[in-house]
Nanobody, 119 residues
Framework: QVQLVESGGGLVQPGGSLRLSCTASGSIFSLYTLGWYRQALGKQRELVAT???????NYADSVQGRFTISRDNAKNTMYLQMNSLKPEDTAVYYC?????????????WGQGTQVTVSS
């Protein structure tokens, strides 16, 4: 079992920056592919960025060049550095951890943190 806790959300002006953190407990963090997803009001949840256990990253086109995903396995923590924020980045941001072990697939979600970009 993995518990994920997000932090770092808040209100920021357009053009500003925020750094989200996702701290995990309860399992071997380094084995998991980690990701950030977001869900705006009235819209479906969408992928923001992912990072594999080997450090390979993938970004949605809408955040490419503005957001950076990273992980610190020693701290069981994943980060999302968000720069040049836009009002359309407003959403609840969720962290995700998934892996496929000999005992089966595992997929965990955090409870989300609100990011609001507004002047």
């Amino acid at each position: 079992q993995v518990q994920l806790v997000e932090s770092g959300g808040g209100l920021v002006q357009p053009g500003g920056s925020l750094r989200l953190s996702c701290t995990a407990s309860g399992s071997i963090f380094s084995l998991y592919t980690l990701g950030w997803y977001r869900q705006a009001l009235g819209k479906q949840r969408e992928l923001v960025a992912t990072i594999t256990s080997g450090g390979n990253t993938n970004y949605a086109d809408s955040v490419q060049g503005r957001f950076t995903i990273s992980r610190d396995n020693a701290k069981n923590t994943m980060y999302l550095q968000m720069n040049s924020l836009k009002p359309e980045d407003t959403a609840v941001y969720y962290c995700n951890a998934k892996t496929l072990l000999i005992t089966g697939p595992y997929n965990y979600w955090g409870q989300g943190t609100q990011v609001t970009v507004s002047s």
